[in-house]
């Protein structure tokens, strides 16, 4: 599934489908901005929304035989929720 098929399932509930891409395209911008300023974004049921930060370190390079220093990053970990989690595996 993918952001155009949210937009045209979320159009059946509203009035138009411009009005399902506005409310889609806010969510996720607010969910951007939330991830962008360094905020835990939870929804419930689903999971959470986590930036972590990692710092440089030093890694060898096999093949030019040297140390290479990587740059520090900040990535999104996903937690999953324990209710999705057991919807996802009580069939399996």
Do not use: C, W
């Not at 889609?24 to 972590?52: M, P, Y």
């Not at 970990?77 to 399996?92: E, G, I, M, R």
């Amino acid at each position: 599934m993918n952001k155009s098929d949210i937009i045209q399932k979320l159009a059946k509930y509203t009035l138009t489908k411009n009005e399902a891409k506005k409310i889609v395209n806010f969510i996720f911008d607010t969910i951007t901005t939330a991830l962008l300023s360094g905020e835990k974004v939870h929804i419930q049921n689903l999971g959470t929304f986590i930036v972590r930060t990692y710092k440089a370190k030093k890694m060898y390079h096999p093949k030019k035989k040297k140390f290479l220093l990587v740059n520090p990053k900040r990535k999104i970990k996903f937690v999953v929720s324990k209710k999705l989690l057991l919807k996802l595996n009580k069939n399996y």
